[in-house]
């Protein structure tokens, strides 16, 4: 269902008035920038608000030339006691009013993204943003999944890194152990303990082992000669003298 018919009278709410201009002033603007791409026609369009605030587009490069043609058009040829400076100051005034327009544009456009003053888009202009919003997210997440992507080899490549210098370090740390070991613990053999002389020294054959009693014997020995056979003693000793 269409919208109902406005009522073309002058808008009493101040607030009302205020809104209602800037959406049309937005879709004047945009419907002079397509003719002029469409039909590749020369549009000049000046506007003035209740405030004395100016907007304007031009389709050509400046429009001093399009209002010069204008003249020509309706009034004849244009005055031509206009000196040079007063020339370049109007060419620089009408180039910066033409910079405004373009920065006004700008703006228009970043607050439609932003999703506000979408009141004078038609439903295709709403399409259109909508699948340039969609394309800008696309792009957003494919960047930010690639930068993630990114971190995550840089995390792969320094955690390999860590595991190969740790290797190396326990590899030392074994090497070290063994070493020290060693040196706590030698093998006698090594150091010569245990062993038994090969050969004996020159000096031993000069020694002769002696042709004795295994066991030397110290103390008091029977005389097999002196003992005396008779006796009333069992053990060849004989009682004290008792008075």
């Not at 090594?190 to 050969?199: I, K, L, M």
Request: hydrophobic share 30%; aromatic share 6%.
């Amino acid at each position: 269902m269409g919208r109902g018919r406005v009522e073309l009278k002058r808008i009493e709410n101040k607030i009302n008035r205020q809104v209602t201009f800037a959406k049309r002033r937005n879709g004047l603007l945009k419907k002079a920038y397509e003719l002029s791409v469409l039909c590749d026609a020369e549009v000049a369009l000046i506007i003035f608000s209740n405030r004395g605030k100016l907007y304007e587009f031009c389709s050509s490069s400046s429009m001093m030339k399009t209002l010069e043609r204008y003249q020509k058009c309706n009034y004849g040829a244009p005055e031509t006691n206009v000196s040079t400076r007063e020339a370049l100051e109007i060419s620089s005034q009408q180039e910066y009013l033409k910079l405004k327009a373009r920065y006004e544009a700008l703006q228009r456009s970043q607050r439609n993204l932003l999703g506000e003053d979408l009141g004078p888009l038609s439903s295709k202009e709403l399409e259109q943003l909508e699948r340039q919003l969609d394309s800008s997210l696309k792009q957003i997440r494919s960047t930010r999944t690639q930068y993630m992507l990114d971190q995550l080899t840089d995390l792969q490549r320094k955690e390999h890194l860590l595991n190969e210098a740790n290797k190396t370090l326990k590899q030392r740390l074994m090497e070290g152990y063994q070493v020290n070991s060693l040196q706590l613990n030698p093998n006698p053999e090594d150091v010569g303990y245990g062993r038994q002389p090969t050969h004996q020294h020159q000096g031993d054959a000069f020694f002769h082992p002696l042709e004795c009693e295994p066991t030397l014997q110290i103390g008091y020995h029977p005389d097999p000669i002196s003992v005396v056979t008779a006796g009333p003693s069992v053990n060849n000793y004989m009682t004290g003298w008792l008075p």
